[in-house]
Antibody, heavy 120, light 107 residues
Framework: QVQLQESGPGLVKPSQTLSLTCTVS??????????WSWIRQPAGKGLEWIGR???????NYNPSLKSRVIISIDTPKSQFSLRLSSVTAADTAVYYC????????????WGQGTLVTVSS | DIQMTQSPSSLSASVGDRVTITCRAS??????LNWYQQKPGKAPKVLIY???SLQSGVPSRFSGSGSGTDFTLTITSLQPEDFATYYC?????????FGQGTRLDIK
């Protein structure tokens, strides 16, 4: 069974960089036909896809965030990470990491989510 | 981007009822359409993938249909644990997009 766990600061100051890590167990982040994704959800609102990284290292980003986002993989640690720069209050949300089952597949496994608040 | 529009945005129903939620895409997603259930404070959980395939472990009272731009999620004989928010999601093209959600409440 694949398990994912987000970690990182719960509070980030405006204009700074949000950094989160997702630790994966039960699957390899660098083998298989999986995408490792980040999704966020502001309080009381819907889901927004941020981007994903394939096991080969290829990356897709949401164009609405592309200029500020970097997603990377750390294979030895079985982790993948999200960096979102120049944050504002609009980036306050619960951030989820998830595993997609391959091209055009759904997100089968999700982390529990972590709340990140952008505030001075 | 493909815009996903769900209707209704909210719905009240009783235990035992049959409910249908609709999802319309702004352009074709073929059958790359997935449905998720989310309960308060929890991550979404996939119910239906590929428009009509039931995810393992999901009760058979959940079903999905449709192709192209119009899709439905049907829940027959609502159970207390089914009261939640439901999202459709297209996985056909980047960026992946979700519907705005349908909140299903107890009447």
């Amino acid at each position: 069974q694949v398990q994912l766990q987000e970690s990182g600061p719960g509070l980030v100051k405006p204009s700074q960089t949000l950094s989160l890590t997702c630790t994966v167990s039960g699957a390899s982040v660098s083998t298989g036909t999986y995408y490792w994704s980040w999704i966020r959800q502001p309080a009381g609102k819907g889901l927004e896809w941020i981007g994903r990284i394939y096991t080969s290292g290829s990356i897709n980003y949401n164009p609405s965030l592309k200029s500020r986002v970097i997603i990377s993989i750390d294979t030895p640690k079985s982790q993948f990470s999200l960096r979102l720069s120049s944050v504002t209050a609009a980036d306050t949300a619960v951030y989820y990491c998830a595993r997609e089952g391959g091209y055009s597949n759904p997100m089968y496994d999700w982390g529990q989510g972590t709340l990140v608040t952008v505030s001075s | 981007d493909i815009q996903m529009t769900q209707s209704p945005s909210s719905l009240s129903a009783s235990v035992g009822d049959r409910v249908t939620i609709t999802c319309r895409a702004s352009q074709t997603t073929l059958t790359y359409l997935n449905w998720y259930q989310q309960k308060p404070g929890k991550a979404p959980k996939v119910l239906i993938y590929g428009a009509s395939s039931l995810q393992s472990g999901v009760p058979s009272r959940f079903s999905g249909s449709g192709s192209g731009t119009d899709f439905t999620l049907t829940i027959t004989s609502l159970q207390p644990e089914d009261f939640a928010t439901y999202y459709c999601q297209q996985s056909y093209t980047i960026p992946i997009t979700f519907g705005q959600g349908t909140r299903l409440d107890i009447k």
